[in-house]
C-alpha cells in the first residue's frame, strides 16, 4: 500500500473530541465513525462516539489482518459489548456506537459496515442510510416552515428546531439497527451485527482507494476537491438543509457539520 493523502479533523476543530478515527497498519487501513451521541452519559469523561471509536481502534492495533470479514465485524461488536457490560443498565440511547469501512491488503478487500464511504478509481460508494435520507428531509421541512412564517435564519443558525424537530425520531431509529428491511442499517453497537449488511468489495494491484468517513458530502478524487466541496456548503448552505440535506448544521464556531477522515492510497 503507498499512501497518498491522509487526514482527519474535529468538526469543533479539536482532535480531543473527534469522534472520526484513521488507523493506517502494516496490512490494514480503517476509517471509524463514532456516532454521534443521543443521550447524556459519558464514557470516561468523553462521548459516546469518542468512546466507541477509541475502543475499536485500539482492537485494530493489534494483529487481525487475517480475519475473515465476519470474523473481524464480529469481534469488533463483540469488544464494544465487553467496554459496556459495567452499564447495561443504560438506556440504548446511551451506548456508544461506530461504523467503520476497513481496507484489508491480505484480502486485498474493501469491508464497510455503516455509512463510511469508498471510492475506487471512479467508482464512489457511500452506503448512505435511507433512515437518514427521511429525517434530513424532515428536518428540512420544519426548518422552510418555520423559515415560510417568519423565523430568522440566523437565529436558526443558534437554535436549530429542524433537528430539535426529529429528535424523537433519532431515538426511533434505533428499533432498526442491525435490522433488515426499508428502514434498517447496519451500525456497530455491541448488541450483534447482521452479517448480510458487510458490504464487500475486490481490488487490484495499482488500483486507488479512498477511504473516508460521511463527514465529506461528496466523495472526489483528492482531498483538496473534497475540502472544496466542503468549503462551499460552508459558506451557502452552512446549516446543511437545501443544497446538502444533512441531520445537523454545522454549528456557530465549528468546522464543519461532522467530523471527517480520510486516506488515499494505492493497492
Not at 27 to 46: C, E
Not at 72 to 86: K, P
Not at 145 to 152: N, V
Request: include cysteine; charged fraction near 30%; charge should be negative.
Amino acid at each position: 500500500m503507498k499512501i497518498i493523502e491522509q487526514f482527519l479533523c474535529g468538526k469543533e476543530g479539536n482532535l480531543s473530541t473527534c469522534e472520526d478515527g484513521l488507523i493506517i497498519g502494516k496490512h490494514l487501513i480503517a476509517v471509524l465513525d463514532g456516532v454521534t451521541s443521543k443521550g447524556i452519559h459519558l464514557w470516561n469523561g468523553k462521548t459516546s462516539g469518542f468512546h466507541a471509536k477509541e475502543v475499536l481502534a485500539d482492537y485494530l492495533r493489534q494483529d487481525v489482518e487475517k480475519q475473515s470479514a465476519i470474523e473481524l465485524m464480529r469481534n469488533l461488536d463483540r469488544i464494544l459489548h465487553d467496554s459496556i457490560e459495567s452499564a447495561e443498565d443504560l438506556g440504548c440511547e446511551e451506548y456508544p456506537r461506530a461504523v467503520i469501512i476497513i481496507y484489508n491488503d491480505f484480502y486485498k478487500e474493501i469491508w464497510s459496515y455503516g455509512d463510511c464511504q469508498c471510492r475506487i478509481n471512479e467508482d464512489v460508494y457511500t452506503h448512505s442510510k435511507k433512515i437518514d435520507e427521511l429525517n434530513a428531509d424532515l428536518r428540512a421541512f420544519y426548518l422552510e416552515y418555520l423559515i415560510s412564517q417568519g423565523a430568522d435564519i440566523k437565529e436558526l443558525e443558534q437554535n436549530d428546531l429542524g433537528r430539535k424537530g426529529i429528535q424523537t425520531n433519532l431515538i426511533m431509529q434505533f428499533a432498526f439497527e442491525n435490522k433488515l428491511g426499508c428502514f434498517g442499517y447496519p451500525v456497530l453497537n455491541g448488541m450483534g451485527i447482521e452479517e448480510s449488511m458487510i458490504k464487500c468489495y475486490s481490488v487490484t494491484e495499482g488500483d486507488t482507494v479512498i477511504l473516508a468517513s460521511d463527514g465529506y458530502p461528496v466523495l472526489r478524487k483528492t482531498l483538496k476537491e473534497c475540502e472544496k466541496e466542503l468549503d462551499y456548503i460552508r459558506q451557502n448552505d452552512s446549516m446543511c438543509f437545501r443544497l446538502f440535506r444533512s441531520t445537523k448544521g454545522i454549528k456557530q464556531g465549528n468546522a464543519s457539520f461532522d467530523d471527517r477522515a480520510f486516506c488515499k492510497f494505492i493497492v
